[in-house]
């Protein structure tokens, strides 16, 4: 089932147009990659699918609420010296709690225990967020995401600064997740990417969309990121045929 429809999207800050005519869907299940160069526009497009900008023109229809909708913004690895639990950033990811300013009810907390549980984290609910692991930080980021019972998620470059074992497990976790939720990541790791991502949308101002459902996914990314030759290689392989420029 679709649950976003994105339909002739253009976006321009001031007078730059950084989306033009953009058409997207995506559906319930989806595993989707956005993929593109620096300024290509791909954070731009999640910020207008989070309600967070309003496009000029063209129109995007949700098909779920906007508390539906969970966001794991780039650099969470911002002010770690700050003296906050990963229990304590969780907890700021209820979006229905009543308790919002005295502390949190009995039941936000077992819920972001829960969640802290579902990313493999429940054991360093108390620990300081700055004493955590780049991949560890991540983990309760995407664990308050998680609080909120999104129907979709959307990370923008969840795995930048993160070591290639940590990278790995992330999308590992991102995979599991989405055996219950749609999962919508922007990243420059094309090579792991690729080995989880359902569908990719190119986004260098226009989109480009590639479905990889059909095809044999063979590209070998145990140990190390592939070189952009090896890339390509390991591309043709998988007999992915485009014939546009991008
Ligand atoms: N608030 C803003 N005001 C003006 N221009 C902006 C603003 N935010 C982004 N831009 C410009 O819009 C273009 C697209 O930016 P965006 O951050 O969406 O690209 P991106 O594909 O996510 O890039 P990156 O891979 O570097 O994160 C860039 O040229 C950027 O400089």
Known sequence: MEIINISNLSYRYHKTDVLENINL?????????IIGPNGGGKS?????????????????EKKIKNNQ??????NTNLNTDFPITALEIVLMG???SKKKIFGYSKEDISCAMSSLEKVGMAKF?????????????QRVFIARALCSNPKIMLLDEPTASIDVKGQKEIYELLKELNKSICIVVV???????LNYAKNVAH???N???HSLENIEKNIDTQNEHLCEVELLSALGKTQICCNHNH
């Open 125 to 137: 609910a108390k620990s300081k967020i700055g004493d955590l692991s780049g991949g560890q930080r």
């Open 44 to 60: 731009t497009l999640l910020k207008l699918i989070l309600g967070l900008l309003t496009p000029q023109s063209g129109k995007i």
């Open 187 to 193: 990243s420059h790791d094309i090579s792991v990417l």
């Open 94 to 96: 209820h979006t229905t």
């Open 207 to 209: 989109l480009v969309y």
């Open 25 to 33: 869907s995506i559906s319930e299940n989806d595993f989707l990659a």
């Open 69 to 74: 909708v969970g966001y794991v913004p780039q």
């Open 203 to 205: 986004i260098n101002k």
